[in-house]
C-alpha cells in the first residue's frame, strides 16, 4: 500500500551503518529538532504525533510542513493505538524509537489528570508493548523522562541515583511510572531503554507554554507577567539547556543505546541495557535573569508581578549534574542562556512576523544557526 511505502521510504537511512528511528512526538519542540538532526546526517526518520489542541496546533503543523521538506513524514496518530504502532512495525525494520510523545507542562494537570495518564502512562505502556513484542529484531528505545522526576529533592545537583520519590505534579509522577514501567519491560522482555531526564529545554521553533516563550509573548504584547518566588524569598532558578545542546545529547544516546538482546517471542537472551540520564545545562539561573535577557533583546521592558510560589507543581530550583552523559556519549552542553535566547527571539520575531522597535535584535545581524 502507498502507507507502507511512505513509511518504508522515510525509514530508510542514507548513509552506511545509519539508524533507522521511529520518533514519537515528532511535529513537538524536541521531536521536530531531533527529527531533522538525524535525517541530516542521513538517518532514517519516521514521525508520528496526534496534533493535540494543547498548544497552537498550527506550530505543529508548521513543523511538519519543515519536516516534509526534509523528506521525514510524520504521521497523524496515537500512541495508543497498539494496531497501528504494529502495523508500522511491520511496514519497517526501525532500530531505534525515540519516544517524546507526551502530555508536558505541570500545571495544566490539575485541569486534566486523566490526559497525563492516558499519554505519558498507558501510550508508553503502547511504545514498550509495540517494541517488545510486535517488531523483530526489538528496536532500542530512548525515551523522555524529566527533571521534574527530582521534585522537591534539595540536594543539588542531582545526580541520577539521587531519590525521586517526591514528585510535586501529577506530570513528575506520570514521568516517575515511567521510570518504573521502563525497569518491568527491561526486565521481562530484554528491551533496551534509556530514559533522559530533559531540564527546561527553550529555544526556537519551542513550546508557547513554557515560562520563557510566553513571556516573550506578554513583553511584545505590553501585558504583565508573573513570577514565583520560593517561600523563603529566593528566586526561582532554572537549568536552562538550550535545544541544540539536548538534541546531541539525544542522538549520544541513540548512538550508544544499541539493539537490544531480546526476541519477538518475548524470551530474554541476555542482559540488555537500562539506563537513565541528565541532560541539562549544570548552571541553573534565576527566572527574574532569563526576564532580563529577554527584555534586552526584544528592546522593551516587562511588566512584572512577584507573588509567593503556590503549589502548583513549580519547583523552587532545577539543576543538573550530567557527568553520566558526558562520560557515556561525551555530552557537553555548550550553549550559554544569553546566546541561546537570542537565537529563541531571532526566531520568534521572525515566525509572528513582528516588527519589534528598538529591539537590538532586529536592528543588528542576526547569528548563524545551523540546526532549524
Ligand atoms: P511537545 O508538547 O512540543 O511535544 C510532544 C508532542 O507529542 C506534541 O507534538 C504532541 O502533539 C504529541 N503527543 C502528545 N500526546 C500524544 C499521543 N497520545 N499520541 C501521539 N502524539 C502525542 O513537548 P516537548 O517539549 O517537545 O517534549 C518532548 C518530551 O520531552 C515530552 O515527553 C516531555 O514530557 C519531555 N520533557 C520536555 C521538557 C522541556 O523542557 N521541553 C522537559 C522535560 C521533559
Known amino acids: 500500500?502507498?502507507?507502507?511505502r511512505e513509511v518504508r521510504r522515510s525509514a530508510t537511512p542514507r548513509r552506511d551503518g545509519g539508524l533507522s528511528v521511529l520518533v514519537t512526538g515528532a511535529a513537538g519542540f524536541v521531536g521536530a529538532h531531533c527529527s531533522l538532526a538525524l535525517r541530516g546526517r542521513g538517518d532514517g526518520v519516521v514521525g508520528l504525533d496526534n496534533f493535540n489542541a494543547y498548544y497552537d496546533p498550527s506550530l505543529k503543523r508548521a513543523r511538519q510542513r519543515l519536516l516534509a521538506s526534509r523528506g521525514v513524514a510524520v504521521l497523524d496518530a496515537d500512541i495508543n493505538d497498539g494496531a497501528l504502532l504494529e502495523r508500522l512495525f511491520a511496514a519497517a525494520p526501525f532500530t531505534h524509537v525515540l519516544h517524546l510523545a507526551a502530555q508536558a507542562g505541570v500545571?495544566?494537570?490539575?485541569?486534566?489528570?486523566?490526559?497525563?495518564?492516558?499519554?505519558?502512562?498507558?501510550?508508553l505502556v503502547s511504545v514498550f508493548e509495540a517494541a517488545a513484542k510486535h517488531a523483530d529484531p526489538q528496536p532500542a528505545v530512548v525515551w523522555a523522562s524529566s527533571s521534574s522526576v527530582y521534585g522537591l529533592n534539595t540536594d543539588a545537583p542531582f545526580s541520577e541515583e539521587h531519590?525521586?520519590?517526591?514528585?510535586?505534579?501529577?506530570?513528575?509522577a506520570t514521568k516517575k511510572a515511567g521510570e518504573a514501567i521502563a525497569h518491568a519491560y527491561n526486565h521481562i522482555y530484554g528491551l533496551s531503554i534509556t530514559g533522559l531526564r530533559f531540564f527546561t529545554v527553550y529555544g526556537p521553533w519551542g513550546r508557547p507554554d513554557m515560562a520563557y516563550f510566553s513571556f516573550a509573548r506578554s513583553i511584545v504584547a505590553g501585558e504583565p507577567i508573573t513570577l514565583f518566588r520560593a517561600a523563603d524569598g529566593a528566586d526561582a532558578r532554572r537549568?536552562?539547556?538550550?535545544?541544540?545542546?539536548v538534541v546531541k545529547g539525544c542522538l549520544g544516546a541513540l548512538d550508544t543505546a544499541g539493539r537490544s538482546t531480546g526476541s519477538k517471542s518475548g524470551k530474554k537472551r541476555g542482559p540488555a541495557p537500562l539506563r537513565v540520564y541528565n541532560l541539562g545545562n549544570t548552571s541553573p539561573v534565576p527566572v527574574t535573569r532569563m526576564v532580563a535577557i529577554l527584555?534586552?533583546?526584544?528592546?522593551k521592558k516587562a511588566h512584572k508581578r512577584v507573588v509567593t510560589m503556590p503549589s502548583n507543581g513549580d519547583v523552587p530550583f532545577t539543576h543538573a549534574n550530567v557527568s553520566h552523559a558526558a562520560r557515556d556519549f561525551g555530552y557537553r552542553p555548550a550553549t550559554s542562556l544569553e546566546a541561546g535566547l537570542r537565537h529563541f527571539v531571532e526566531w520568534f520575531v521572525q515566525y509572528y512576523k513582528l516588527g519589534i522597535k528598538g529591539s537590538n535584535v532586529l536592528a543588528g545581524k542576526t547569528t548563524k544557526r545551523k540546526s532549524m
Do not use: C, H
Not at 239 to 245: Q, S
Not at 295 to 299: D, I, N, S, V, W
Open 1 to 4: 500500500a502507498a502507507w507502507e
Open 107 to 123: 500545571r495544566y494537570a490539575m485541569r486534566a489528570p486523566q490526559t497525563y495518564v492516558a499519554s505519558n502512562v498507558a501510550g
Open 163 to 172: 531519590r525521586t520519590d517526591r514528585p510535586a505534579s501529577l506530570y513528575a
Open 239 to 245: 537549568d536552562f539547556t538550550y535545544i541544540d545542546d
Open 295 to 299: 527584555e534586552k533583546l526584544l528592546g
